[in-house]
């Protein structure tokens, strides 16, 4: 399918074939499911939740409730308040929730409801409900997909919940806060246990360790246990530290500057840390933090990446590759393959995002020879043309690339969100030294099956 290119008198417009991004208030309910007792809610039509809830269950094989005020025509010419009103008290009734993210959509930002206003409203109007039900928070963000993509609808969730929440209670001893964010329930277990290891206590924002990946329980669960607890949330102001990672996150997403600005808490923001390089500085940061040395079980973890490093040099070196998904994951991920001697010929993400190509410079401006081809704002349309050229040996991201693979006869390593094609995308681990062995592994299996399939004999010792 060719991609039609519609001119008008003032500029062309081209149309979106085979997005390679997800709208922002999926990325919103992501960010409300990290919270303790939290039911995301869209303030929309039923078909955004319905939507959104196949995607989420579909990538991490758990039930997943997303409320809705579903609106429909009447709601889109009178407003969408009172739908929203009584959406709000029976979520209240149905459920035991501590906290209501309210995201709103396309629909009603471009109707032009007040939702702040409207929750204001309910609040006033309904009080002795909302008592009478334990009271619960209710986080409102803005996130309508034409203003940005998932990733965008995550962080601005995050940083809504960090504005409208967090206080300055009294917090444990030497309290951390970590926005890791868009990461696996995997990866959020381990990172705790990183902290914790420094003799620190993590406050991490959103926690999806347990709410996305929850073990078999005997009865059915209306909201599964684990997320952030509100009352650590309301105790960030008093951390002794932030630390958020993102390179590509701006200033005014960012939930460590709420924090910093509002209650003077200091703050550090890193690279995501996939790969020797930014988890070293990761854990370079926790040593300062801590005070403390990095214990002796990640040198060893350190180490044992540095062996397989060597071990698997023959497989990888010289392969080129292309990466695709979420901007900051995209940037680890180049800093990794930059590392094994892989080389990144394109780096894209559908989000559109300022900082993208000064952060793929960043990771590789004194390893590469010349930097390579960086797009935001791009489509698989736009990927395929731009790759072909390339001659790709390997693609790094989501299930939706899996087609160009199939096309170019080429190994995809599944990263990222949504993995929809294969299982246990919840139990990838890819942060720190740790994650960063098993995707060291996966890469060089991949290109290894890969050179097995294509050739006529069939080697068994490769």
């Given at each position: 399918?060719?991609?039609?290119?519609?001119?008008?008198?003032?500029?062309?417009?081209?149309?979106t074939?085979?997005s390679?991004?997800?709208?922002a208030?999926?990325?919103?309910c992501?960010?409300?499911?990290?919270v303790?007792?939290?039911?995301?809610?869209?303030?929309?039509s039923?078909?955004?939740?319905t939507?959104m809830?196949r995607?989420v269950?579909?990538?991490?094989?758990e039930p997943v409730?997303?409320?809705s005020?579903?609106?429909?025509?009447?709601?889109a010419?009178?407003?969408?308040?009172?739908n929203?009103?009584?959406?709000?008290?029976?979520?209240m009734?149905?459920?035991?929730?501590?906290l209501?993210?309210?995201?709103?959509t396309?629909?009603t930002e471009t109707i032009?409801?007040d939702?702040?206003?409207l929750?204001?409203?309910?609040?006033e109007?309904?009080s002795e409900?909302?008592a009478?039900?334990?009271?619960?928070?209710?986080?409102?963000v803005s996130t309508?997909?034409?203003?940005?993509?998932?990733?965008?609808?995550?962080?601005?969730?995050v940083r809504?919940?960090?504005?409208?929440v967090?206080?300055?209670?009294?917090?444990?001893e030497?309290?951390?806060?970590?926005?890791p964010?868009?990461?696996?329930?995997?990866?959020?277990?381990?990172l705790?246990?990183?902290?914790?290891?420094?003799?620190?206590?993590?406050v991490?924002?959103p926690?999806?360790?347990e709410?996305l990946?929850a073990?078999?329980?005997?009865?059915y669960?209306?909201?599964?246990?684990?997320?952030t607890?509100?009352?650590?949330i309301?105790?960030?102001?008093?951390?002794s530290?932030?630390?958020?990672?993102?390179?590509?996150l701006s200033?005014?997403?960012?939930?460590?500057n709420?924090?910093?600005d509002?209650f003077?808490?200091?703050?550090?923001?890193?690279?995501?840390?996939?790969g020797l390089?930014?988890t070293?500085?990761f854990?370079?940061?926790l040593?300062?933090?801590?005070?403390?040395?990095?214990?002796?079980?990640?040198?060893?973890?350190?180490?044992?990446?540095?062996?397989s490093y060597?071990d698997?040099?023959?497989?990888?070196?010289g392969?080129?590759a292309?990466?695709?998904?979420?901007?900051?994951?995209?940037?680890?991920l180049?800093?990794f393959?930059?590392e094994?001697?892989?080389?990144p010929?394109?780096?894209?993400t559908g989000?559109?995002?300022q900082y993208f190509?000064?952060?793929?410079?960043?990771?590789?401006e004194?390893?590469?020879?010349e930097t390579?081809?960086?797009?935001?704002n791009i489509?698989?349309?736009?990927?395929?043309e731009t790759?072909?050229?390339?001659?790709?040996d390997?693609?790094?991201?989501?299930?939706?690339?899996?087609k160009?693979a199939r096309?170019?006869?080429i190994?995809?390593?599944?990263?990222?969100?949504?993995?929809?094609?294969?299982?246990?995308?919840?139990?990838?681990?890819?942060?720190?030294?740790k994650?960063?062995?098993?995707?060291f592994d996966?890469?060089?299996?991949a290109?290894?099956?890969a050179?097995?399939d294509r050739?006529?004999?069939g080697?068994?010792y490769?």
């Amino acid at each position: 399918m060719k991609k039609k290119r519609l001119k008008t008198e003032k500029e062309p417009y081209v149309a979106t074939t085979d997005s390679c991004k997800l709208c922002a208030p999926l990325g919103a309910c992501l960010a409300f499911k990290g919270v303790e007792a939290s039911v995301p809610f869209l303030h929309g039509s039923q078909g955004c939740a319905t939507y959104m809830r196949r995607y989420v269950i579909s990538h991490f094989r758990e039930p997943v409730d997303i409320a809705s005020s579903s609106l429909g025509e009447k709601h889109a010419v009178y407003g969408g308040g009172p739908n929203l009103k009584l959406g709000l008290k029976n979520v209240m009734s149905k459920y035991n929730c501590g906290l209501i993210g309210v995201a709103t959509t396309c629909l009603t930002e471009t109707i032009g409801d007040d939702t702040s206003r409207l929750v204001k409203e309910f609040r006033e109007e309904f009080s002795e409900v909302t008592a009478g039900h334990g009271n619960p928070t209710i986080v409102n963000v803005s996130t309508p997909s034409y203003a940005g993509s998932h990733i965008d609808g995550f962080h601005s969730a995050v940083r809504a919940i960090v504005d409208q929440v967090a206080s300055n209670v009294q917090a444990f001893e030497n309290t951390l806060n970590l926005f890791p964010g868009f990461v696996s329930p995997a990866d959020t277990r381990y990172l705790k246990e990183i902290v914790h290891d420094f003799g620190l206590n993590p406050v991490i924002l959103p926690d999806i360790s347990e709410t996305l990946d929850a073990p078999a329980a005997s009865e059915y669960e209306k909201i599964p246990s684990g997320g952030t607890p509100i009352a650590s949330i309301k105790s960030m102001g008093s951390a002794s530290y932030s630390i958020e990672f993102g390179r590509c996150l701006s200033d005014a997403m960012s939930a460590s500057n709420v924090l910093a600005d509002r209650f003077n808490v200091p703050s550090r923001k890193l690279g995501t840390p996939i790969g020797l390089r930014e988890t070293d500085i990761f854990m370079n940061t926790l040593e300062e933090i801590s005070c403390r040395k990095v214990p002796i079980k990640y040198e060893r973890e350190r180490g044992r990446l540095i062996d397989s490093y060597v071990d698997g040099h023959k497989y990888v070196s010289g392969k080129r590759a292309v990466i695709y998904g979420d901007p900051d994951t995209v940037v680890g991920l180049v800093s990794f393959l930059t590392e094994i001697g892989i080389i990144p010929v394109l780096c894209a993400t559908g989000a559109k995002n300022q900082y993208f190509q000064t952060a793929i410079k960043a990771v590789t401006e004194d390893i590469l020879e010349e930097t390579p081809v960086t797009l935001d704002n791009i489509d698989f349309f736009d990927i395929e043309e731009t790759a072909e050229k390339l001659a790709p040996d390997v693609l790094l991201g989501s299930s939706k690339g899996y087609k160009l693979a199939r096309k170019w006869n080429i190994p995809l390593v599944r990263l990222g969100f949504p993995i929809h094609d294969r299982f246990g995308a919840q139990r990838i681990c890819q942060l720190g030294y740790k994650g960063t062995q098993d995707l060291f592994d996966i890469t060089v299996n991949a290109l290894i099956q890969a050179t097995q399939d294509r050739s006529p004999i069939g080697y068994t010792y490769i």
